[in-house]
């Protein structure tokens, strides 16, 4: 029988690396976030999984036949490729404020049916013209998960614990590449069943089972803390308190000047440059991981198989860090860290000619980056007071950053060696290596200033309501480094 909850008077900073002990001991905190995890994570991660699954496995269909089949000559499936995050980008900032305003449990699920309708029906696509206004559709209706989800977990949990809840919950992506890829094999063997193509049972069937995900969501998921039916009364309001405390008591009501201290905070940029700089390599490697490695000599049932391993290795390094991270309460170290051994695996791309060697470049590079994903995630919302600014910049880093899949889509040009492609990866990894120190050092110049500000004007958390509307620009906010 749980212990009864103990009210502490403890006060908590706005430090990320300040505890947030409101109500129960260590232990009873640790087995009340244990419980949420398992009712939160499991089935945000498979829709994420389903996620990536979808919007990826064009580049296992094209080495299926698809090019063949739908004559994708030239800059076809480049421009395939690419359509999907024309509106996957621009409709993210709007799904998040949509989340906030119909429910989690009933605007994620409902956005799932759509795009799982659009992939099943992108079976009965025989023309590269259909090909891409699918692609344009699945784009504008998958938007929301991705920014919805990173947004729904800060609403759950404290800021030094999200590092490795987004670690997990991203970490399904690199299942996701994975598994396609075994899928993908598979599912190829049905070539000729129904007189449809194995390349297009690929999309009937991942398609059929996103809607069967998105129903069974509809009854899974859970809205907010304070309405959750798992938590016992004391666990409700132990949660809300600690979140209270460990935002200051920020506004979490839903005000335009929220939504345009996201949009004027020069901060939120910064994020978005490092997050783009992450994530044109992400795509790069779920889009053309398979051609790369075809184009190494290996045929394409192999390719598929062999794509596999890059994405395992992504997964477990992704967990790790997320663990690391928040044990040391720390961001940019290790985002600048993880972008650096991606960074090496593309140089082994780019000068290496051997299968050998340019096989383990591309297991570096999928190892290096996939975890700073989830890092940089966690460092953005955890630096962006209240709750509408923090949806909006979550959003804002992922929509902008996601224009990046562009660019990941028209850089793989020069087989066998792709020197292009690799050395514009190399480009994008040195832009979030440098514009992480910068942030780093300028969070820490901003921490420096309030602590100055509060001993000189002698502000303590027993004036934290006067500061209910400032966001993150409050002078008892701290910046995460």
Not at 81 to 89: D, E, G, M, T, W
Not at 392 to 414: E, K, P, R, T, W
């Amino acid at each position: 029988m749980p212990s009864s909850p103990r009210i502490s008077s403890d006060t908590a900073s706005g430090n990320e690396k300040g505890p947030v002990d409101v109500g129960f001991d260590a232990q009873e905190r640790r087995r009340v976030l244990r419980k949420i995890d398992w009712h939160l994570l499991p089935i945000v991660s498979l829709l994420y999984l389903l996620s990536f699954l979808d919007r990826s496995n064009v580049g296992n269909a094209k080495v299926a036949g698809m090019s063949t089949d739908l004559n994708l000559t030239g800059y076809r499936y480049n421009i395939a490729a690419a359509v999907f995050f024309i509106l996957y980008s621009f409709a993210e900032v709007p799904s998040n404020i949509a989340l906030k305003v119909f429910r989690p449990s009933r605007w994620i699920p409902s956005i799932m049916v759509a795009w799982g309708l659009i992939m099943t029906l992108m079976c009965l696509v025989n023309t590269f013209q259909g090909l891409v206004v699918a692609r344009v559709f699945l784009g504008l209706t998958e938007a929301g998960l991705f920014p919805g989800v990173t947004y729904y977990i800060s609403l759950w949990y404290p800021r030094g614990e999200r590092s490795l809840r987004i670690a997990l919950f991203f970490s399904a992506a690199t299942v996701a590449g994975a598994f396609g890829g075994i899928l993908a094999y598979a599912i190829e063997k049905m070539e000729g069943v129904g007189g449809l193509h194995g390349w297009q049972w690929i999309f009937c069937l991942e398609g059929i089972a996103t809607i069967i995900a998105a129903l069974a969501a509809f009854f899974l998921m859970y809205d907010y803390p304070d309405t959750a039916s798992f938590l016992t009364d004391a666990e409700r309001h132990y949660v809300i308190q600690m979140l209270k405390r460990d935002s200051n008591n920020l506004s979490t009501d839903y005000q335009l000047r929220f939504v345009l201290q996201a949009l004027r905070d020069y901060k939120s940029y910064v994020q978005v440059g490092v997050y783009i700089g992450l994530l044109v390599p992400v795509y790069a490697i779920s889009l053309f991981t398979p051609t790369i490695i075809n184009e190494l000599g290996f045929s394409a049932a192999n390719a598929q198989l062999l794509s596999v391993p890059p994405f395992v290795c992504g997964c477990i390094f992704t967990i790790l860090v997320g663990v690391l991270s928040d044990k040391h309460k720390l961001r940019g170290p290790y985002v600048i860290g993880g972008s650096f051994v991606s960074l090496v695996g593309y140089i082994v791309l780019y000068t290496q000619s051997g299968a050998a060697a340019s096989y383990v470049g591309a297991v570096l590079a999928a190892v290096g980056v996939f975890p700073t994903i989830a890092v940089d995630l966690a460092w953005a919302s955890s630096n962006a007071g209240g709750d509408i600014k923090r949806g909006v910049v979550v959003a804002m880093v992922i929509g902008i950053g996601n224009l990046g899949g562009i660019c990941s889509s028209f850089v793989y040009l020069d087989p066998p060696r792709f020197h292009i492609g690799h050395g514009t990866m190399i480009g994008f990894l040195s832009l979030s290596i440098l514009l992480s120190c910068f942030a780093m050092w300028n969070y820490q110049r901003i921490n420096k200033q309030k602590d100055a500000l509060c001993r000189e004007e002698g502000i303590t958390d027993d004036r934290k309501g006067e500061f209910v509307d400032m966001g993150d620009e409050s002078p008892l906010f701290r910046y995460a480094i």
